[in-house]
T-cell receptor
């Protein structure tokens, strides 16, 4: 069965520092991968997605993610974080064997140190 | 595009009462999903529809929960009777086939 693991429950980084959030997936075929962000009291917003092609994908708000098949990973990165990036981040894999259902990871909460 | 619309945004009710949550998906999207989010269990998929037909309801907690989608622009999630452990944020999301899901702002349900 498909699954997504986000090993870091909570990460704190200083404003202006670089960020990498880890995501590992388990999926038999080429996965469809997503990163969503949830600000406090808000719904989930799509940051970026990978379907095929270039393994480095660019998203909104200056985020990028790299698909590494050999490591079954899809880590999210940002070169310089802003205080407004404090939020919960969810990695997800598309379960297209059952038509469009998405399996979400447990989330990583990002805090920004002034 | 207005995005996914959910109502109400907040609901406070007493145990034993019926609760109905509403969702209007994005026009043209043929998939609709209901999720529940709690601190303890994270984000859980409850049920999803394709072209108004329920496809997978294996996440629905128990018979107290029911969901309907009478047409392409409206869905409801009903809890009857409600219990305190149903307190959570309920999200509706929609998508086109094989595309990313768009989430609504959620309904925060508190059952006292």
């Amino acid at each position: 069965a498909q699954s997504v693991t986000q090993p870091d429950i909570h990460i704190t980084v200083s404003e202006g520092a670089s960020l990498e959030l880890r995501c590992n997936y388990s999926y038999g075929a080429t996965p469809y991968l997503f990163w969503y962000v949830q600000s406090p009291g808000q719904g989930l917003q799509l940051l970026l997605k990978y379907f095929s092609g270039d393994t480095l994908v660019q998203g909104i708000k200056g985020f990028e993610a790299e698909f590494k098949r050999s490591q079954s990973s899809f880590n999210l990165r940002k070169p310089s974080v802003h205080w407004s990036d404090a939020a919960e981040y969810f990695c997800a894999v598309g379960d297209y064997s059952s038509a469009s259902k998405i399996i979400f990871g447990s989330g990583t909460r990002l805090s920004i140190r002034p | 595009d207005a995005g996914v619309i959910q109502s109400p945004r907040h609901e406070v009710t007493e145990m034993g009462q019926e609760v109905t949550l509403r969702c209007k998906p994005i026009s043209g999207h043929d998939y609709l999903f209901w999720y529940r989010q709690t601190m303890m269990r994270g984000l859980e998929l409850l049920i999803y529809f394709n072209n108004n037909v329920p496809i997978d309801d294996s996440g629905m907690p128990e018979d107290r929960f029911s969901a309907k989608m009478p047409n392409a622009s409206f869905s409801t999630l009903k809890i009857q009777p409600s219990e305190p452990r149903d307190s959570a944020v309920y999200f509706c999301a929609s998508s086109r086939q094989l595309y990313e899901q768009y989430f609504g702002p959620g309904t925060r349900l508190t059952v006292t």
